[in-house]
C-alpha cells in the first residue's frame, strides 16, 4: 500500500492554527507546514488566496481527499470536521454524541473565537482605548467561561466521556488566560479540563508549530495595518 501523500496545512500560531495541528497530531496524519506570516501580509498572496478566498489561516489541501481527489478547505471548524471524518476518529459514532459535539464545536465558533478575539483586539491592539468596548467583551469573555464551567462540572468533555473535535477547537483559546484577565481557579471544572488537554502528547506537539514565529512584544505599525487597517479590505 502507498504511504499516504501528506496534508499541506497553510497556517500560522494562532489559536485558530493550533486547532489543526493539534487535530493532526492527535490523529497521526502526516503533514507538511507552509506558513503563512499574516504580520507581513503572505494571507494576501495569490497562492494563498487560491486556496481560500477569505485570506485567512488555516487552510488545508489534502491531495488524496474525497474519491482520492484533492480538496482544499478553509475554516477551522470545517477542517476539523473534514479530519475527523476522513480518519472516523474525534467524533463520537452515536448520533447523540455526534450532535453534542458539533453543537459545542458551533459554540466555540460562534462565540468562544469571535467574542475572545474581540476582546484582545480592544484590549490589546485598538489604536484607541473604547471603555464601552472594553467592558462589554470582558464581560462577554466571563460568560462564556461560565458556560463551559457548566457544561464541564457536568461532562469529562464538551461532547460527553469521549475528547472530540470541540475540545480541540476550545482548548487553544482557553491557553493563556491570564491575556484576558481570566484566572482558571475561579472555574475549576474549566481548569481541570484544560489541564488534562494540554498534558496530551499530541497537543503540546501541536502547539508548538511555528512557535518559533511567535509574536514577541508589541505589535509594530506595520503589522498593525497589515492586520486591521485598510489593506485587508483592498487585497483579493
Known amino acids: 500500500m502507498a504511504a499516504a501523500k501528506p496534508i499541506e496545512v497553510w497556517t500560522w500560531p494562532t489559536p485558530n492554527g493550533h486547532k489543526v495541528h493539534i487535530a493532526l497530531e492527535e490523529l497521526g496524519l502526516p503533514y507538511t507546514v507552509v ?17 481560500t478566498p477569505n485570506h485567512r489561516i488555516p487552510a488545508i489541501v489534502d491531495p488524496d481527499g474525497p474519491g482520492g481527489q484533492r480538496i482544499a478547505l478553509f475554516e477551522s471548524g470545517a ?13 463520537p459514532a452515536d448520533p447523540a454524541g455526534r450532535y453534542a459535539c458539533l453543537q459545542w464545536l458551533m459554540f466555540q465558533m460562534g462565540g468562544v473565537g469571535p467574542m475572545f478575539g474581540q476582546y484582545g483586539h480592544f484590549h490589546a491592539y485598538a489604536p484607541e482605548q473604547i471603555p464601552y468596548a472594553k467592558d462589554r467583551y470582558a464581560k462577554e469573555v466571563g460568560r462564556l467561561h461560565r458556560v463551559l464551567e457548566k457544561r464541564l462540572s457536568e461532562a469529562e468533555y464538551l461532547a460527553g466521556a469521549e475528547y472530540s473535535i470541540a475540545d480541540i477547537a476550545t482548548f487553544p483559546w ?30 503540546i506537539r501541536g ?17 498593525r495595518e497589515v492586520l486591521f487597517g485598510n489593506t485587508q479590505f483592498k487585497a483579493r
Not at 491557553?175 to 499530541?202: G, T
Request: aromatic share 6%.
Open 207 to 223: 502547539v508548538e508549530v511555528l512557535a518559533a514565529n511567535q509574536r514577541v512584544g508589541a505589535m509594530s505599525d506595520k503589522e
Open 79 to 91: 477542517i476539523l470536521m473534514y479530519l475527523a471524518e476522513k480518519t472516523g476518529r474525534l467524533v
Open 35 to 51: 506558513p503563512v506570516n499574516i504580520g507581513t501580509g503572505e494571507q494576501f498572496a495569490p497562492e494563498f488566496l487560491a486556496i
Open 174 to 203: 482557553i491557553r493563556n488566560p491570564a491575556r484576558r484577565a481570566i484566572d482558571l481557579a475561579d472555574f475549576p471544572s474549566v481548569k481541570r479540563w484544560h489541564d488534562a488537554i494540554a498534558m496530551r502528547p499530541a497537543v
